[in-house]
């Protein structure tokens, strides 16, 4: 058997990649739905982002879910029409439901109608991609944790809402049949990572688990998520067993993050890993680690414009090392430490295929201990 760290592939930012050429895709203003809308007007350009992620090398796509909410759809107005009683025509709870179903398949079609359609990319799996509550707000505040109304600010109040999103899906024999991973992504409250550990315990999931990880955002300069929680803590959190959770996540990680803050947060989740499950993998506790840093090269979104803004000191110190290149760096080092069960890797905001394409050639080129894994 390998010792190699086995190494998966995710894709890139959805949303910001629909922004770009050749898509350039457009939103209307103050919408809350993110890429998901394209669910609403254009599944067919989501399903051309998904068939060029995959024929980058994606092993495994996030859905087109990540701000989708049943309050978002039920906030939309439809395209006007003949049968319209007025403006305000939005969808209803069922439309919106399978509306956010519907994603599901598109995602998981690409791995069998892409042009590497091949035995290795048609047996893909799929994420499902559940943002955090902040996602869904309008602005969203995912990157500030300043959530309202104040019942959102409690893991009660959070679990509700996520339990509710989750059964979405999961409710629909059909739609959880092709769903292979969910991820609770861009995390950024310490209260959000106990209220979504507490939906995914046994006795909420029954007999239907599936393997799932949460990931978080750091936006701080002092390596905090927003709330203030170190990144020791933050790992604690997502592996600790609480009283009435039976299982940890398949995976941990960190998402839409700056690159340059990677290796130090990697380290920091180490450390709590250690603590709380031994060491390494030689505990055979630890889980996977899921890594999917922005490509902003320190641009920031402003969440109140919807506009990337330049890091006027970023431009003074020269010029940047290639984020695939880094990336691959920071992946080899961290197998060589021997400590995760696995390593799931791509990239998030500012991420194209070609992003993705460039991260797995420097992968295979580079002489450490990872072996790609194979879906089967």
Same mark, same amino acid.
């Given at each position: !058997?390998?010792?190699?760290?086995? +190494?998966? &592939?995710?894709?890139?930012?959805?949303?910001?990649?629909?922004?770009?050429?050749?898509?350039?895709? %457009?939103?209307?203003?103050?919408?809350?739905?993110?890429?998901?809308?394209?669910?609403?007007?254009?599944?067919?350009?989501?399903?051309?982002?998904?068939?060029? /992620?995959?024929?980058?090398?994606?092993?495994?796509?996030?859905?087109?879910?990540?701000?989708?909410?049943?309050?978002? /759809?039920?906030?939309?107005?439809?395209? *006007?029409?003949?049968?319209?009683?007025?403006?305000?025509?939005?969808?209803?709870?069922?439309?919106?439901?399978?509306?956010?179903?519907?994603?599901?398949?598109?995602?998981?079609?690409?791995?069998?109608?892409?042009? $590497?359609?091949?035995?290795?990319?048609?047996?893909?799996?799929?994420?499902?991609?559940?943002?955090?509550?902040?996602?869904? !707000?309008?602005?969203?505040?995912?990157?500030?944790?300043?959530?309202?109304?104040?019942?959102?600010?409690?893991?009660?109040?959070?679990?509700?809402?996520?339990?509710?999103?989750?059964? =979405? /899906?999961?409710?629909? %024999?059909?739609?959880?049949?092709? =769903?292979?991973? #969910?991820?609770? %992504?861009?995390? *950024?409250?310490?209260?959000?990572?106990?209220?979504?550990?507490?939906?995914?315990? $046994?006795?909420?999931?029954?007999?239907?688990?599936? *393997?799932?990880? #949460?990931?978080? +955002? /750091?936006?701080?300069?002092?390596?905090?998520?927003?709330?203030?929680?170190?990144?020791?803590? +933050? @790992?604690?959190?997502? &592996?600790?067993?609480?009283?009435?959770?039976?299982?940890?996540?398949?995976?941990?990680?960190?998402?839409?993050?700056?690159?340059?803050?990677?290796?130090?947060?990697?380290?920091?989740?180490?450390?709590?890993?250690?603590?709380? &499950?031994?060491?390494?993998?030689?505990?055979?506790?630890?889980?996977?680690? +899921? !890594?999917?840093?922005?490509? @902003?090269?320190?641009?920031?979104?402003?969440?109140?414009?919807?506009?990337?803004?330049?890091?006027?000191?970023?431009?003074?110190?020269?010029?940047?090392? *290639?984020?695939?290149? %880094?990336?691959?760096?920071? =992946?080899?080092?961290?197998?060589?430490?021997?400590?995760?069960?696995?390593?799931?890797?791509?990239?998030?905001?500012?991420?194209?295929?070609?992003? #993705?394409?460039? &991260?797995?050639?420097?992968?295979?080129?580079?002489?450490?201990?990872?072996?790609?894994?194979?879906?089967?």
């Amino acid at each position: !058997m390998s010792s190699k760290t086995p +190494v998966r &592939l995710l894709d890139g930012g959805l949303g910001t990649t629909l922004e770009s050429p050749p898509y350039q895709a %457009e939103l209307p203003a103050k919408n809350c739905l993110w890429s998901s809308y394209f669910l609403i007007t254009s599944p067919d350009t989501l399903s051309r982002v998904h068939k060029a /992620f995959v024929d980058a090398g994606s092993d495994v796509l996030l859905t087109a879910t990540y701000q989708a909410s049943l309050e978002g /759809f039920t906030a939309t107005r439809k395209a *006007p029409s003949a049968s319209s009683e007025g403006d305000d025509d939005t969808y209803s709870l069922a439309e919106g439901s399978t509306l956010m179903r519907t994603a599901v398949p598109l995602a998981k079609q690409a791995f069998s109608s892409g042009k $590497k359609a091949r035995r290795e990319y048609s047996r893909g799996e799929v994420a499902l991609s559940l943002g955090a509550y902040g996602a869904t !707000m309008q602005p969203s505040t995912e990157y500030s944790g300043d959530y309202e109304p104040e019942s959102m600010r409690t893991t009660e109040g959070l679990y509700a809402w996520h339990k509710k999103r989750l059964a =979405v /899906f999961k409710d629909d %024999e059909a739609t959880w049949a092709n =769903v292979d991973y #969910i991820s609770f %992504e861009t995390l *950024p409250v310490l209260a959000e990572i106990h209220a979504v550990k507490r939906v995914m315990a $046994k006795h909420d999931l029954g007999e239907q688990g599936k *393997p799932w990880w #949460i990931s978080c +955002v /750091f936006p701080n300069d002092d390596l905090t998520l927003p709330d203030g929680s170190t990144a020791e803590a +933050v @790992a604690e959190a997502m &592996l600790t067993l609480a009283d009435g959770e039976d299982q940890r996540p398949w995976g941990i990680g960190i998402n839409c993050t700056d690159i340059k803050k990677l290796h130090t947060l990697i380290l920091k989740y180490e450390d709590a890993a250690e603590k709380v &499950l031994g060491r390494g993998s030689s505990s055979g506790l630890w889980p996977w680690l +899921v !890594m999917y840093p922005d490509g @902003a090269q320190g641009s920031v979104y402003n969440t109140e414009t919807g506009e990337w803004e330049t890091d006027s000191n970023l431009k003074a110190q020269g010029p940047q090392i *290639p984020w695939h290149q %880094e990336l691959a760096d920071i =992946v080899t080092d961290t197998s060589e430490r021997g400590r995760w069960k696995g390593i799931l890797v791509g990239g998030c905001c500012k991420t194209t295929p070609d992003s #993705i394409r460039d &991260l797995r050639l420097q992968l295979a080129s580079t002489k450490s201990d990872i072996c790609f894994l194979e879906t089967g």
